[in-house]
């Protein structure tokens, strides 16, 4: 039979665990969205310069050629944005789930801790009486 000790031990544990994956799955997000956010960066610096380019040569073909690399960095730009969306959405799930499973837990620990103690519920029992079983250790010191 687990002590409450015990039981609070090992709802602690799981909750160590849980809040040290929920650490890691943050840091990725927010890698993750960091890295997009660079890589847009670098699109629309490229962008600038590659417009500054077309701006210095004449031509309505090398404007054409400005237009279609600005247009190209807005788009990039905006595929970066909705990656990093699509990344915190997802991490946000992530998190949910592990809060649900803490819960989870802490609840089933609850439940651990109060049949332990006598004071669950016995849900086989329609009657509404409560059976109550006794052990006793025999200590032979021989």
Known sequence: MASQQEVNYKA???????EEKTGHMMEKGREVADAT?????G????????AQD?????????????????QKASETAQS???TAQAGKEKTGGILQQAGEQVKNVAV??????????GMGEN?????GTTTTTTTTLNDNKE
């Open 123 to 127: 849900k086989d029992n329609e009657k």
């Open 54 to 70: 077309g701006t210095d040569k004449t031509g309505s073909y090398i404007g054409e050629k400005t237009e279609a690399a600005k």
């Open 108 to 117: 089933g620990a609850k439940e651990a801790v109060k049949s332990t103690l």
């Open 80 to 82: 970066a944005k909705e």
């Open 37 to 41: 956010k660079e890589k847009a960066a």
């Open 43 to 50: 699109a629309t610096q490229a962008a600038k310069e590659r």
């Open 12 to 18: 602690g544990e799981t909750k160590g665990r849980t």
